[in-house]
């Protein structure tokens, strides 16, 4: 199978299968596999990565509400919308992704000089190799595109064996830093796991079929430099 032909099975899947899901060993192999192909500027990797497991139900609720919060900050209309809803067993829009087996939550992390940029700090050959385009908390990009490479990466490997991903970046940050493995600020979160097909074939149908979430036309994103 090509390149091109596992990516064309990706799906941004809403609903998981809370009954069938990876193992933990099939999930860390794929990690692993990612952490050793994922390239990074001078091997620094500025982020680490959170996983939930399917038994952390409890913080993946608690996720699901402050997310509710960030985009209904009426307090009425969060519990209309997403919460009642959720106390009482029904499907839920949203970033129901929040509920897949498998979370994870990217984080920016500040590293520890290599040797090769230790090397470069001596000969003052690296204009960047004190790090402190990474140590400032004002600075988001070196981290949210490494951070999207990882993920590529991991979205293939994952397809490759037929384990779907959703992911989300609607959290309220400042309380995520609020739980107990939160270390720094979050970059996004990614849910992945086997789809719940009673459901998921559904949301697809009226989500993008009915409404029609379009790509721009690729003239507007591509464009030659003559």
């Not at 739980?179 to 097909?197: H, K, M, R």
């Amino acid at each position: 199978m090509t390149v091109t032909e596992v990516l064309e099975k990706r799906i941004s899947c809403k609903y998981f299968d809370q009954d069938n899901y990876p193992s933990k060993d099939t999930i860390e192999e794929i990690l692993k596999t990612t952490h050793r192909l994922c390239p990074s500027k001078q091997n620094l990797m500025p982020y680490k990565i959170k996983v939930l497991g399917p038994e952390k139900k409890h913080i993946k609720e608690e996720m699901y509400r402050i997310s509710s919060e960030n985009e209904y900050p009426d307090p009425d209309e969060c519990y209309e919308k997403r919460i009642r809803r959720l106390e009482s067993n029904q499907y839920v829009w949203g970033n129901s992704q929040l509920f897949a087996p498998w979370v994870l939550i990217w984080e920016k992390r500040i590293p520890e000089a290599n040797q090769l940029v230790k090397d470069k700090m001596e000969l003052r050959q690296e204009p960047y190799g004190d790090l402190k385009h990474l140590q400032d908390d004002k600075t988001d990009g070196p981290q949210f595109l490494e951070s999207g490479m990882f993920l590529m990466i991991l979205s293939m490997l994952c397809l490759e064996k037929n384990i779907s991903l959703g992911y989300t970046g609607c959290l309220n940050f400042r309380k995520l830093r609020l739980f107990p493995f939160s270390e720094n600020s979050a970059i996004v979160s990614v849910g992945l796991g086997y789809p719940d097909t009673n459901v998921e074939e559904r949301y697809r149908y009226n989500r993008y079929r009915n409404v029609g979430e379009d790509k721009p036309d690729f003239s507007e994103i591509v464009q030659w430099v003559e």
